[in-house]
Every structure is written in structure tokens, then in C-alpha cells.
């Protein structure tokens, strides 16, 4: 790829916030020759070198790739509009991908209006790259011009300085002797229930508290989509006086694999999910996951019952009787670990 007209143009968010999405982007970066591709930022944060991609203008700005060549466009998006556009562009040129992460798109196609047969028509002019089994199947029969599945996970790489920072930050509350269970995630509704299941990350802290057990929650959030949802959180914390208990890390979460090698357990309540890097992540490092069965996941994630606390109870009750990983078994697998990326040999050829 020596021409820059041969460059990839990866189009999608980078953090912060610091979400699957994002995480995943700055990671691919990481990974790429800094000659090889072309970066549009549709998050207003900082990245050198990239294009601005947010905003009405977009709806301009995508244009571009209507007349100057690349390699490969992937688009990482989740907007139906850019969705549309990008198919549009597809008819014209035969290298657009369109990587879903989650349920966006399927949900989308499921609508009966305009914009969904509009797009159901324009996927078989663009190239798939879907994070699970789940998402191939239900995206194939729209037959689209190609289907791959890839896992949308990128490890960190292990840095002690990060690892130091969060510690001396909030060392009061990564105790030696505390045992820890984190989650993360957007405050947000999905079937009019929460998401990403704060409400039962809370409800758990609360039934072990009762039962005379220490447990101490920490919340990776990512953002507030519906603040309806955080206050109730936050009235709940104080109602059952379980602020010594819950530490809320929110704008500063600068990377999450550092929360999960000082986590026990790390849970993932979500009442719906794409790929979750998180799990990936907490495995990477050696932390157990207890993950709900809302879709199929990773091997050697214990499953509880989608929104049934009583299961979740159940499920944590068993690590906290088990011996895991200390910190510095942790660092010796992370400093060891060997990944091959999918993504840059399969997809971009590199």
C-alpha cells in the first residue's frame, strides 16, 4: 500500500467516551502502520491526525467517499441515515464496510418504514463485518455483498503506569482485603429496561450486604443517555446507604482492563449485548465473568438467567467462596499473552 490513494478510511468514534466501539477503534489504530490509513473521527475528541466526521456536515463529508479512491471504507457507524448513505456509495463502489457491533442495525431492519426497505435494498451493495454468530445469521438474509464474522476485540497493552494511576487515585477503595466486582456501561433503556442492568448490580450489592458479606461494586460509566435512569441509580445508592459500597467512576475512565485486574468477578447484566468487549478484556487479564444469557457467549463466561437476580446471587455466591488470580498472577498473563488480529490480516490485508 504504498499509494495514498490505496490508504483504509476507518470512519467511527474515538474515545472518549471510552465505549466498545471507541475502544476497539483506538486499538485497531494502535495496530496500524500510522502511512496506512485515513482516520474520520465522528467523536468530538482529540486524535492526531484525523478528520473531523460529526455533526450535520457529515451527511456532507461522507460524499468524499464517493470520489476518492481507498483501499477499503469501514465504517463503524450507527447512524440509520449514514447507514443509507454508505449503501448508496456501495452501488457505486465495491469496497464499503459497515462493521456492526451490536443490535442497531437488525433492530433497524426489523421497522416498517421507509428508511428500513430502503436499507434492506442497499445492504447487498455492502460488505459485513458482524462481532457474532447471532448478528451473521440474522444480517444474511438480507444478503448482503459479503458476510464475515470477526471479534470486535483488540487486547490492551499492559502499561504499570495506568495500572499505578487508578490505584493511587482510589486507593481507599482497591483494598487487598475488599472483594471487588465491576461492571460498566451507558445509562440507558432497551425494552424499557435497564440496559446495561445497573439496577441489578445494585439490587446484588444490596442482598449480600443483608446476607452480612462484603461486596464493593465499581461502575465503569460511559455516558448518560437517559438521565431519568441515573437518578433513579443515584436515589437507590442513597435510599439503601450503599455509597461506601459503589464507587462511580465516569469521565476519567480512561481505560477499564486496569478496574478488571483489580476486580474479583466482573459482571455484564446487560438485557441485550453485541460482542462485549468488556467480557473479552476481563478474560484477557484472568478475571472470571459472570455474564447474562441474553445471547450466546464466550467460552468459560458463567451464565446467569437474563435479569434474574436471584440466579446473578447465586452465581457470584461461588466466586466469592473461590480462590482467583491476585494482581501479580494478572500481570504475568497479560505480559505473556500473544493475539493475532483478525481484522488487519483478513480484512485489510496487512
Known amino acids: 500500500m504504498q499509494k495514498a490513494t490505496r490508504k483504509i478510511a476507518i470512519i467511527g468514534p474515538y474515545p472518549p467516551p471510552y465505549g466498545g466501539i471507541?475502544?476497539?477503534?483506538?486499538r485497531v489504530l494502535e495496530y496500524l502502520p500510522s502511512d496506512s490509513f485515513v482516520f474520520f473521527n465522528s467523536n468530538k475528541s482529540f486524535c492526531e491526525k484525523a478528520v473531523p466526521f460529526y455533526g450535520k456536515i457529515k451527511f456532507l463529508k461522507v460524499l468524499v467517499f464517493l470520489f476518492k479512491e481507498y483501499h477499503i471504507v469501514?465504517?463503524?457507524t450507527t447512524?440509520?441515515?449514514?447507514?443509507?448513505?454508505f449503501g448508496i456509495i456501495g452501488t457505486f463502489r465495491k469496497n464499503i464496510y459497515l462493521h456492526v457491533h451490536g443490535e442497531s442495525l437488525t433492530d433497524y431492519l426489523n421497522k416498517k418504514h421507509l428508511g428500513s426497505r430502503i436499507m434492506k435494498k442497499l445492504i447487498k451493495r455492502l460488505h459485513i463485518i458482524?462481532?457474532?454468530?447471532?448478528l451473521v445469521d440474522k444480517i444474511s438474509k438480507y444478503n448482503p455483498r459479503s458476510i464475515r464474522e470477526i471479534d470486535a476485540f483488540v487486547p490492551p497493552k499492559f502499561s504499570q503506569e495506568i495500572l499505578d494511576c487508578v490505584l493511587n487515585r482510589y486507593k481507599d477503595f482497591f483494598k487487598k482485603t475488599r472483594f471487588i466486582i465491576s461492571m460498566t456501561g451507558w445509562f440507558d433503556y432497551y425494552n424499557n429496561e435497564d440496559l446495561y442492568g445497573f439496577d441489578l448490580a445494585l439490587e446484588l450489592v444490596r442482598r449480600f450486604l443483608e446476607m452480612g458479606e462484603n461486596i464493593y461494586l465499581v461502575e465503569g460509566i460511559n455516558g448518560i443517555r437517559n438521565q431519568d435512569l441515573y437518578k433513579s441509580h443515584l436515589h437507590f445508592i442513597n435510599k439503601y446507604k450503599l455509597k461506601d459500597h459503589v464507587l462511580m467512576i465516569h469521565e476519567d475512565l480512561k481505560e477499564f482492563w486496569n478496574i478488571l485486574m483489580l476486580s474479583q468477578v466482573f459482571i455484564r447484566p446487560t438485557n441485550t449485548d453485541g460482542s462485549s468487549v468488556s467480557i473479552k478484556e476481563a478474560q484477557w487479564v484472568?478475571?472470571?465473568?459472570?455474564?447474562?444469557?441474553?445471547?450466546?457467549r464466550p467460552e468459560g463466561v458463567t451464565l446467569f438467567k437474563n435479569r434474574s437476580l436471584d440466579d446473578l446471587c447465586i452465581k457470584l455466591l461461588y466466586f466469592y467462596k473461590k480462590l482467583v488470580l491476585s494482581l501479580s498472577e494478572k500481570i504475568e498473563l497479560v505480559k505473556t499473552r500473544t493475539y493475532t488480529n483478525k481484522l488487519l490480516s483478513e480484512v485489510y490485508e496487512l
Request: hydrophobic share 40%; with cysteine; charged share 15%.
Open 79 to 85: 447512524d440509520p441515515v449514514l447507514k443509507i448513505l
Open 22 to 26: 471507541s475502544v476497539h477503534i483506538k
Open 286 to 296: 484472568g478475571t472470571p465473568v459472570i455474564a447474562s444469557d441474553c445471547i450466546v
Open 74 to 76: 469501514h465504517t463503524h
Open 130 to 134: 458482524a462481532c457474532n454468530s447471532i
